[in-house]
């Protein structure tokens, strides 16, 4: 069972990038996604998800309007577009698929930690923002 997040790179203030999470030895119809980062230094935070059910998805409030999730289950992929890039937005991001569509949320809301242990964790791909 794995995750893995791919798509970051290099980008200028203003930029976009396009991660992708893609699952291998798991489907990802079932599972909620979300996406999250962690800055040097910093916790781990919450940046988006999307239900399994609906596909609604929620945003942190310093990604709305900015970022983009979505899904394509034929592929067993997630994705995150990112527009507007700012040098805050450097970190490692992660993405992670849970059963439980409520726990995601909360994870992302509130604290990663809530999911920690439920969900399944891809490695992370490093988002650089810089001039």
């Known amino acids: 069972v794995q995750l893995q997040a791919s798509g970051g790179g290099l980008a200028q203030p203003g930029g976009s990038l396009r991660l992708s999470c893609v699952a291998s030895?798991?489907?990802?119809?079932?599972?909620?996604i979300g996406w999250f980062r962690q800055a040097p230094g910093k916790e781990r935070e919450g940046v988006s998800g999307i239900s399994s059910k609906d596909g609604s998805t929620y945003y942190a409030d310093f990604v709305k309007g900015r970022f983009t999730i979505s899904r394509d289950n034929a592929k067993n992929t997630a994705y995150l577009e990112m527009n507007s890039l700012e040098p805050e937005d450097t970190a490692v991001y992660y993405c992670?698929?849970?059963?439980?569509?409520?726990?995601?949320?909360?994870?992302?809301?509130?604290?990663?930690?809530?999911?920690?242990?439920?969900?399944?964790w891809g490695r992370g791909t490093q988002v650089t923002v810089s001039s």
């Open positions: 030895g798991l489907s990802l119809d079932s599972l909620a």
């Open positions: 992670a698929a849970d059963p439980s569509d409520n726990r995601l949320r909360v994870g992302i809301q509130s604290s990663w930690k809530n999911v920690r242990a439920s969900s399944y």
